[in-house]
Nanobody
Framework: QVRAVESGGGLVQAGGSLRLSCAAS????????MGWYRQASGKQRESVAL???????SYADSVKGRFTISRDNAKNMVYLQMNSLKPEDTAVYYC????????????????WGQGTQVTVSS
C-alpha cells in the first residue's frame, strides 16, 4: 500500500488558518485520487476533500469555501489549506494517497498514517 505522513497540525484560534501537508511514500503521478479525512473525538472518520489526477475536486459541505486541496506530483505531496477555522473542525486529520473509483464512490486503499491533530479554540 502507498503510505502517507501528515504534518502541519496545531492549535489555532477560531477564524485562523493552517496548511496541512501529506508526503507520499512513492510517486503519485499515476495515482488517480488522493484525499483528506478527519476524525473528531467520538465520531467516525469522514471524508473532507479529494482531488483526482484530472480536474475533479470535491469537498464535504461543511468545509466548502474554507478549505482547498491541492497536489504537487513532482514532490509527491498533497496539501490542505484550511481557512476560517471553526471549533467543529477540531479533529485528527489523515491523508490517503491512493483512492480508487469502484463505480459509485472513491475508496481509500493507501495505508493510514498517524494523522496530525488540529485543535481550534473559541
Amino acid at each position: 500500500q502507498v503510505r502517507a505522513v501528515e504534518s502541519g497540525g496545531g492549535l489555532v484560534q477560531a477564524g485562523g488558518s493552517l496548511r496541512l501537508s501529506c508526503a507520499a511514500s512513492e510517486s503519485i503521478v499515476s495515482i488517480k485520487g488522493m484525499g483528506w479525512y478527519r476524525q473528531a473525538s467520538g465520531k467516525q472518520r469522514e471524508s473532507v476533500a479529494l482531488i483526482t489526477s484530472g480536474t475533479i475536486i470535491s469537498y464535504a459541505d461543511s468545509v466548502k469555501g474554507r478549505f482547498t486541496i491541492s497536489r504537487d506530483n513532482a514532490k509527491n505531496m498533497v496539501y490542505l489549506q484550511m481557512n476560517s477555522l471553526k471549533p467543529e473542525d477540531t479533529a485528527v486529520y489523515y491523508c490517503n494517497v491512493d483512492l480508487r473509483w469502484d463505480g459509485r464512490t472513491w475508496r481509500p486503499f493507501g495505508s493510514w498514517g498517524q494523522g496530525t491533530q488540529v485543535t481550534v479554540s473559541s
